[in-house]
Protein backbone atom coordinates (compact mmCIF):
# COMPACT_ATOMS: atom_id res chain seq x y z
CA UNK A 1 0.00 0.00 0.00
CA UNK A 2 3.02 2.27 0.61
CA UNK A 3 3.08 5.83 2.58
CA UNK A 4 -0.23 7.71 2.67
CA UNK A 5 0.92 11.47 0.76
CA UNK A 6 -0.69 13.84 2.79
CA UNK A 7 -0.54 17.48 2.37
CA UNK A 8 2.80 18.30 3.75
CA UNK A 9 3.73 21.68 1.99
CA UNK A 10 1.25 21.40 -0.30
CA UNK A 11 2.48 17.64 -1.16
CA UNK A 12 -0.78 16.64 -2.40
CA UNK A 13 -1.92 19.75 -4.28
CA UNK A 14 1.32 19.18 -6.38
CA UNK A 15 0.34 15.53 -7.16
CA UNK A 16 -2.94 16.65 -8.12
CA UNK A 17 -1.82 19.40 -10.28
CA UNK A 18 0.97 17.46 -11.82
CA UNK A 19 -1.05 14.70 -12.78
CA UNK A 20 -4.08 17.06 -14.59
CA UNK A 21 -1.10 18.93 -16.14
CA UNK A 22 -1.03 17.34 -19.25
CA UNK A 23 -5.14 18.51 -19.77
CA UNK A 24 -6.70 15.50 -19.75
CA UNK A 25 -9.99 15.07 -17.95
CA UNK A 26 -9.93 12.94 -14.74
CA UNK A 27 -12.39 11.59 -12.62
CA UNK A 28 -10.71 11.20 -8.53
CA UNK A 29 -10.56 7.32 -9.21
CA UNK A 30 -8.71 7.86 -11.83
CA UNK A 31 -6.39 10.68 -10.42
CA UNK A 32 -5.66 8.68 -7.14
CA UNK A 33 -4.90 5.75 -9.28
CA UNK A 34 -2.18 7.23 -11.55
CA UNK A 35 -0.48 8.99 -8.79
CA UNK A 36 0.14 5.72 -7.24
CA UNK A 37 0.89 4.09 -10.54
CA UNK A 38 3.42 7.00 -11.32
CA UNK A 39 5.06 6.43 -7.77
CA UNK A 40 5.47 2.57 -8.32
CA UNK A 41 3.60 2.31 -5.73
CA UNK A 42 4.82 4.04 -2.79
CA UNK A 43 2.23 7.32 -2.89
CA UNK A 44 -0.86 6.27 -1.53
CA UNK A 45 -3.51 9.08 -1.60
CA UNK A 46 -5.68 8.98 0.62
CA UNK A 47 -9.56 8.72 -0.41
CA UNK A 48 -10.52 10.98 2.56
CA UNK A 49 -8.00 13.60 1.74
CA UNK A 50 -7.75 13.78 -2.17
CA UNK A 51 -11.63 14.30 -2.61
CA UNK A 52 -11.59 17.40 0.23
CA UNK A 53 -8.92 18.74 -1.32
CA UNK A 54 -10.24 18.30 -5.16
CA UNK A 55 -13.07 20.45 -3.73
CA UNK A 56 -10.79 23.38 -2.50
CA UNK A 57 -8.51 23.48 -5.46
CA UNK A 58 -11.85 23.57 -7.61
CA UNK A 59 -13.27 26.34 -5.20
CA UNK A 60 -9.80 28.33 -5.44
CA UNK A 61 -10.46 27.56 -9.35
CA UNK A 62 -6.94 25.92 -9.58
CA UNK A 63 -9.02 23.15 -11.48
CA UNK A 64 -12.69 22.75 -12.89
CA UNK A 65 -14.92 20.44 -12.31
CA UNK A 66 -17.98 18.86 -14.44
CA UNK A 67 -20.22 15.97 -14.76
CA UNK A 68 -19.90 13.26 -17.88
CA UNK A 69 -20.02 9.75 -18.52
CA UNK A 70 -17.39 7.49 -17.46
CA UNK A 71 -15.98 4.94 -19.70
CA UNK A 72 -18.62 2.51 -18.02
CA UNK A 73 -21.52 5.24 -18.41
CA UNK A 74 -22.10 6.18 -15.65
CA UNK A 75 -21.82 9.67 -13.96
CA UNK A 76 -18.91 10.76 -12.93
CA UNK A 77 -17.53 14.40 -12.10
CA UNK A 78 -14.32 15.07 -13.84
CA UNK A 79 -11.79 17.46 -12.91
CA UNK A 80 -9.32 19.80 -15.11
CA UNK A 81 -6.59 22.10 -14.39
CA UNK A 82 -7.32 25.49 -15.27
CA UNK A 83 -4.70 28.60 -16.54
CA UNK A 84 -4.44 29.81 -12.79
CA UNK A 85 -4.36 25.88 -11.47
CA UNK A 86 -0.63 25.98 -14.00
CA UNK A 87 0.96 29.10 -12.39
CA UNK A 88 0.35 27.11 -9.18
CA UNK A 89 1.72 23.66 -9.78
CA UNK A 90 5.10 25.88 -11.44
CA UNK A 91 4.90 27.70 -8.02
CA UNK A 92 4.78 24.38 -5.91
CA UNK A 93 7.48 22.56 -8.01
CA UNK A 94 9.81 25.67 -7.28
CA UNK A 95 8.81 25.37 -3.73
CA UNK A 96 9.41 21.72 -3.30
CA UNK A 97 12.70 21.73 -5.69
CA UNK A 98 14.07 24.08 -2.70
CA UNK A 99 12.36 22.14 0.27
CA UNK A 100 14.32 19.19 -0.99
CA UNK A 101 17.77 20.59 -1.72
CA UNK A 102 17.57 22.42 2.23
CA UNK A 103 16.62 19.20 3.62
CA UNK A 104 19.84 17.63 1.12
CA UNK A 105 22.18 19.82 2.45
CA UNK A 106 21.32 18.93 5.91
CA UNK A 107 21.35 15.43 6.15
CA UNK A 108 24.76 15.84 4.30
CA UNK A 109 25.83 18.58 7.00
CA UNK A 110 24.47 16.05 10.16
CA UNK B 1 -18.37 24.22 -11.30
CA UNK B 2 -19.53 26.44 -13.66
CA UNK B 3 -20.83 29.84 -11.90
CA UNK B 4 -24.44 28.97 -12.70
CA UNK B 5 -24.23 26.01 -10.51
CA UNK B 6 -23.00 28.01 -7.82
CA UNK B 7 -25.66 30.17 -7.91
CA UNK B 8 -28.46 27.25 -8.21
CA UNK B 9 -26.61 25.01 -5.33
CA UNK B 10 -26.78 28.46 -3.35
CA UNK B 11 -30.89 27.44 -3.26
CA UNK B 12 -30.61 23.91 -3.43
CA UNK B 13 -28.76 21.95 -0.58
CA UNK B 14 -30.15 18.62 -1.59
CA UNK B 15 -28.16 18.87 -5.28
CA UNK B 16 -24.58 19.70 -3.42
CA UNK B 17 -25.75 16.37 -0.83
CA UNK B 18 -26.78 14.25 -4.33
CA UNK B 19 -23.67 15.50 -6.17
CA UNK B 20 -21.53 14.44 -3.12
CA UNK B 21 -23.30 11.53 -2.45
CA UNK B 22 -22.69 10.45 -6.24
CA UNK B 23 -19.04 11.26 -6.75
CA UNK B 24 -18.18 9.43 -3.22
CA UNK B 25 -20.48 6.40 -4.81
CA UNK B 26 -18.93 6.54 -7.96
CA UNK B 27 -15.62 6.25 -6.38
CA UNK B 28 -16.40 3.22 -4.29
CA UNK B 29 -18.21 1.33 -7.30
CA UNK B 30 -14.69 1.68 -9.07
CA UNK B 31 -12.78 0.30 -6.74
CA UNK B 32 -15.31 -2.88 -6.17
CA UNK B 33 -15.20 -3.25 -9.91
CA UNK B 34 -11.31 -3.61 -9.42
CA UNK B 35 -11.23 -5.66 -6.15
CA UNK B 36 -13.51 -8.01 -8.42
CA UNK B 37 -11.30 -8.08 -11.24
CA UNK B 38 -8.67 -9.24 -9.02
CA UNK B 39 -11.04 -12.02 -8.22
CA UNK B 40 -12.17 -11.21 -4.45
CA UNK B 41 -16.07 -12.23 -3.77
CA UNK B 42 -18.43 -9.79 -4.08
CA UNK B 43 -18.85 -9.25 -0.08
CA UNK B 44 -15.17 -9.11 0.12
CA UNK B 45 -14.45 -6.53 -2.84
CA UNK B 46 -17.02 -4.41 -1.09
CA UNK B 47 -15.72 -4.67 2.31
CA UNK B 48 -12.23 -3.64 1.39
CA UNK B 49 -12.93 -0.69 -0.90
CA UNK B 50 -15.30 1.13 1.88
CA UNK B 51 -12.19 0.09 4.31
CA UNK B 52 -9.58 1.77 2.12
CA UNK B 53 -11.91 4.97 1.63
CA UNK B 54 -12.17 5.21 4.98
CA UNK B 55 -14.33 7.30 6.75
CA UNK B 56 -17.26 8.44 4.15
CA UNK B 57 -19.17 10.95 6.35
CA UNK B 58 -15.89 12.47 7.60
CA UNK B 59 -14.73 12.56 3.85
CA UNK B 60 -18.11 13.94 2.55
CA UNK B 61 -18.92 16.42 5.70
CA UNK B 62 -15.16 17.75 5.06
CA UNK B 63 -16.34 18.29 1.21
CA UNK B 64 -19.38 19.87 2.12
CA UNK B 65 -17.40 22.65 4.34
CA UNK B 66 -15.15 23.69 1.21
CA UNK B 67 -18.45 23.96 -0.46
CA UNK B 68 -20.73 25.57 2.03
CA UNK B 69 -17.68 28.30 3.47
CA UNK B 70 -17.85 29.47 -0.75
CA UNK B 71 -21.50 29.29 -0.90
CA UNK B 72 -21.84 31.38 1.44
CA UNK B 73 -19.84 34.55 -0.07
CA UNK B 74 -21.35 33.89 -3.55
CA UNK B 75 -24.92 33.44 -1.69
CA UNK B 76 -24.47 37.12 -0.01
CA UNK B 77 -22.94 38.19 -3.56
CA UNK B 78 -25.74 36.84 -5.52
CA UNK B 79 -28.23 38.23 -2.50
CA UNK B 80 -26.73 41.69 -3.31
CA UNK B 81 -26.74 41.63 -6.95
CA UNK B 82 -30.30 40.95 -6.95
CA UNK B 83 -31.36 43.12 -4.88
CA UNK B 84 -29.33 46.37 -6.26
CA UNK B 85 -31.07 45.07 -9.76
CA UNK B 86 -34.59 43.23 -8.96
CA UNK B 87 -35.30 44.78 -5.51
CA UNK B 88 -36.64 43.13 -2.74
CA UNK B 89 -39.90 41.79 -3.59
CA UNK B 90 -38.91 40.23 -6.84
CA UNK B 91 -35.98 38.64 -5.05
CA UNK B 92 -38.79 36.82 -2.37
CA UNK B 93 -41.10 35.84 -5.29
CA UNK B 94 -37.68 34.20 -6.92
CA UNK B 95 -36.09 32.85 -3.78
CA UNK B 96 -38.98 31.01 -2.23
CA UNK B 97 -39.80 28.56 -5.31
CA UNK B 98 -36.34 27.31 -5.66
CA UNK B 99 -35.66 27.08 -1.88
CA UNK B 100 -38.04 23.87 -1.82
CA UNK B 101 -35.36 21.15 -1.89
CA UNK B 102 -38.28 18.96 -3.18
CA UNK B 103 -37.71 20.09 -6.55
CA UNK B 104 -34.18 19.67 -7.06
CA UNK B 105 -34.79 15.85 -6.00
CA UNK B 106 -36.17 13.39 -7.82
CA UNK B 107 -37.65 11.48 -5.80
CA UNK B 108 -41.48 10.05 -4.92
CA UNK B 109 -42.99 9.72 -1.05
CA UNK B 110 -45.14 6.76 -0.10
CA UNK B 111 -48.57 7.33 -1.22
CA UNK B 112 -47.76 10.23 -3.51
CA UNK B 113 -49.96 9.45 -6.61
CA UNK B 114 -49.87 5.89 -5.91
CA UNK B 115 -46.40 4.78 -4.96
CA UNK B 116 -45.89 1.83 -3.05
CA UNK B 117 -43.70 1.16 0.00
CA UNK B 118 -40.37 -0.25 -1.16
CA UNK B 119 -39.99 -3.94 0.62
CA UNK B 120 -36.71 -4.80 2.27
CA UNK B 121 -35.49 -7.75 0.60
CA UNK B 122 -31.52 -8.21 2.54
CA UNK B 123 -30.43 -6.79 5.49
CA UNK B 124 -27.09 -6.61 7.01
CA UNK B 125 -27.06 -5.81 10.87
CA UNK B 126 -24.70 -2.81 11.69
CA UNK B 127 -21.84 -3.63 13.67
CA UNK B 128 -21.17 -1.92 17.34
CA UNK B 129 -17.93 -0.28 17.53
CA UNK B 130 -15.58 -0.85 20.17
CA UNK B 131 -15.48 2.41 21.75
CA UNK B 132 -19.58 2.33 21.51
CA UNK B 133 -19.29 -0.93 23.64
CA UNK B 134 -17.31 0.55 25.95
CA UNK B 135 -18.98 3.78 26.72
CA UNK B 136 -22.26 1.65 26.59
CA UNK B 137 -24.18 3.28 24.17
CA UNK B 138 -27.76 2.06 23.09
CA UNK B 139 -30.07 3.55 21.33
CA UNK B 140 -31.51 4.26 17.44
CA UNK B 141 -30.70 5.44 14.29
CA UNK B 142 -33.05 7.54 12.43
CA UNK B 143 -32.04 8.14 8.60
CA UNK B 144 -33.64 9.36 5.24
CA UNK B 145 -32.59 7.56 1.69
CA UNK B 146 -34.29 7.09 -1.42
CA UNK B 147 -34.89 3.43 -2.38
CA UNK B 148 -33.56 3.71 -6.52
CA UNK B 149 -35.13 1.66 -8.96
CA UNK B 150 -31.99 -0.90 -9.10
CA UNK B 151 -33.07 -1.72 -5.20
CA UNK B 152 -30.33 0.17 -3.47
CA UNK B 153 -30.56 3.09 -1.03
CA UNK B 154 -28.81 6.47 -2.08
CA UNK B 155 -28.48 9.59 -0.50
CA UNK B 156 -28.47 8.76 2.92
CA UNK B 157 -29.27 11.26 5.25
CA UNK B 158 -29.23 10.58 8.81
CA UNK B 159 -31.89 12.45 10.63
CA UNK B 160 -31.12 11.56 14.16
CA UNK B 161 -28.06 10.53 14.79
CA UNK B 162 -26.57 8.68 18.59
CA UNK B 163 -23.05 8.02 18.16
CA UNK B 164 -20.29 9.16 15.46
CA UNK B 165 -18.90 5.43 15.26
CA UNK B 166 -22.68 4.04 15.31
CA UNK B 167 -24.43 6.60 12.89
CA UNK B 168 -20.73 5.88 10.33
CA UNK B 169 -21.91 1.55 11.03
CA UNK B 170 -25.12 2.71 10.17
CA UNK B 171 -24.97 4.39 6.78
CA UNK B 172 -22.75 1.41 5.60
CA UNK B 173 -24.74 -1.35 6.51
CA UNK B 174 -27.68 0.59 4.95
CA UNK B 175 -25.35 1.06 1.91
CA UNK B 176 -25.54 -3.28 1.54
CA UNK B 177 -29.38 -3.71 2.21
CA UNK B 178 -31.69 -4.40 -0.93
CA UNK B 179 -35.12 -3.54 -1.24
CA UNK B 180 -37.72 -4.62 -3.75
CA UNK B 181 -38.63 -0.85 -5.38
CA UNK B 182 -41.19 1.17 -4.71
CA UNK B 183 -43.53 1.49 -8.04
CA UNK B 184 -45.88 3.86 -9.50
CA UNK B 185 -48.22 2.51 -12.13
CA UNK B 186 -46.46 -0.12 -12.13
CA UNK B 187 -42.78 0.93 -12.98
CA UNK B 188 -40.21 1.21 -10.38
CA UNK B 189 -39.38 4.73 -9.25
CA UNK B 190 -37.51 5.94 -6.63
CA UNK B 191 -38.50 6.15 -3.01
CA UNK B 192 -37.90 8.30 0.26
CA UNK B 193 -37.76 5.74 2.60
CA UNK B 194 -37.28 6.41 6.93
CA UNK B 195 -35.18 3.48 8.37
CA UNK B 196 -34.73 3.02 12.08
CA UNK B 197 -31.79 1.10 13.19
CA UNK B 198 -31.29 0.17 17.33
CA UNK B 199 -28.19 -0.60 18.70
CA UNK B 200 -28.94 -2.73 22.07
CA UNK B 201 -26.50 -3.87 24.57
CA UNK B 202 -27.09 -7.12 26.78
Given at each position: MGKSADNLLGTLDLLVLRTLSAGERLHGYSIAERIHQRSEDVLRVEEGSLYPALHRMDEARWIKSSWGLSDNNRRA?????TKAGRRRLARLEQDWARHVAAVTRVIKLA | MSLLSRLLNVFRPNELERELDDEVRFHLDQQIARNLRQGMDEGEATAAARRQFGDVIRTKREMREVRMMNR???????????????????????????????????????GQEGVSMPKLLHEVKPKYTPEAMQAKVAGTVIMECIVQPTGVCEDVYVT???DPGLDREAVNSLHSWRFQ??????????????????????
Open positions: RYYEI | KVVGAFALGVTIGALGVALLWSRARPTAQPMQAQQFYRVKPLPGERLGKPVPVLVTIQMSFTLR
